[in-house]
């Protein structure tokens, strides 16, 4: 998992340098995203990124809607910095979704 966290730094920190003329870019996770996945995404990129979780979203046993509220729920709990399984206990669609796919 160490060398995952580096490499995801380093890419991150190449974003983020000057490329002469272009304009800058966010930096992009994608792949393999749900709710359970998006402290350690935001806590690795802060919160100018972009997180792309189809599969995150639509893939939650509930359907697409719920699954949308639980992905929010999960970054209202990081900006909120309350741990995410206690964050659960209070939000159906995130507690269905870490039963889902684990945290």
Not at 4 to 20: K, P, Q, S
Not at 44 to 69: E, F, M, S
């Amino acid at each position: 998992m160490a060398g995952e966290t580096e490499e995801n730094d380093l890419c991150r920190d190449a974003l983020r340098e000057e490329w002469g003329s272009y304009k800058r870019v966010f930096p992009v996770a994608s792949g393999g995203v749900y709710p359970a996945k998006v402290h350690g995404n935001l806590d690795g990129y802060g919160i100018d990124c972009i997180v792309q979780a189809g599969g995150g979203v639509h893939g939650h046993p509930d359907g697409t809607t719920t699954g949308a509220r639980a992905m929010v729920q999960a970054t209202e709990a990081w900006l909120k910095h309350i741990d995410l399984v206690e964050y659960a206990k209070d939000h159906k669609e995130l507690e269905v979704a870490l039963k889902f796919w684990g945290c």
